[in-house]
């Protein structure tokens, strides 16, 4: 684990696949994918060894966002991460916000970016913005040429109340 995670309940010998086990984080979060890109938010959260079949984590965290726009301004996300080598890269559901993320009125209007390769191996969200009854949120990322758009727009008289992400080595 690195300086940024650490092991407050470690795994009990003889339990399947760490079942138990817990771990805080204060992980980076960056405008790029990439170690030399700008720390926009903070993810903070503990995560738990909670299935025996094989090793799955639930996961509780807050994205603490530290750059100008949103400084002090959170979501708080949960759910499941299994083992990305099984295919179970995880679902995590955004659960709450404060700060720029409180409205309990916004709706999601449209949802755009684009999508590329990153590193010969994944495709990747390289840019996202999010349009409500209330603001435009982004860009975030980048974009670039040769990255596919994407556009994401309920029917009329319709909205998107909510989204969810996967987690794995990527954003994908």
């Given at each position: 684990?690195?300086?940024?995670?650490?092991?407050i309940?470690p795994?009990?010998?003889?339990?399947?696949?760490?079942?138990?086990?817990?771990?805080?984080?204060?992980?980076?979060?960056?405008?790029?994918?990439?170690?030399?890109?700008?720390?926009?938010?903070?993810?903070?959260?503990?995560?738990?060894?909670?299935?025996?079949?094989?090793?799955?984590?639930?996961?509780?965290?807050?994205?603490?966002?530290?750059?100008?726009?949103?400084?002090?301004?959170?979501?708080?996300?949960?759910?499941?991460?299994?083992?990305?080598?099984?295919g179970?890269?995880?679902?995590?559901?955004?659960?709450?916000?404060?700060?720029e993320?409180?409205?309990?009125?916004?709706?999601?209007?449209?949802?755009?970016?684009?999508?590329?390769?990153?590193?010969?191996?994944?495709?990747?969200?390289?840019?996202?913005?999010?349009?409500?009854?209330?603001t435009t949120?982004?860009?975030?990322?980048?974009?670039?040429?040769?990255?596919?758009?994407?556009?994401?727009?309920?029917?009329?008289?319709?909205?998107?109340?909510?989204?969810?992400?996967?987690?794995?080595?990527?954003?994908?």
């Amino acid at each position: 684990m690195g300086n940024n995670e650490f092991n407050i309940v470690p795994a009990v010998s003889g339990v399947p696949n760490v079942l138990g086990q817990s771990n805080i984080c204060d992980w980076d979060i960056r405008d790029v994918p990439d170690t030399k890109g700008i720390v926009v938010a903070r993810l903070q959260g503990i995560g738990i060894s909670s299935r025996k079949s094989n090793q799955s984590w639930h996961n509780t965290f807050n994205v603490v966002f530290t750059d100008r726009r949103f400084k002090g301004s959170t979501l708080s996300v949960q759910g499941l991460i299994g083992p990305a080598t099984l295919g179970d890269e995880g679902d995590l559901a955004v659960v709450g916000g404060t700060g720029e993320f409180v409205y309990a009125q916004e709706t999601i209007k449209v949802i755009y970016g684009s999508t590329g390769n990153y590193d010969g191996v994944h495709d990747v969200v390289t840019s996202l913005t999010i349009v409500t009854n209330v603001t435009t949120y982004g860009p975030y990322g980048k974009q670039s040429a040769g990255n596919t758009p994407f556009h994401i727009a309920p029917p009329n008289n319709q909205s998107i109340v909510g989204f969810y992400g996967r987690v794995g080595e990527v954003l994908d």
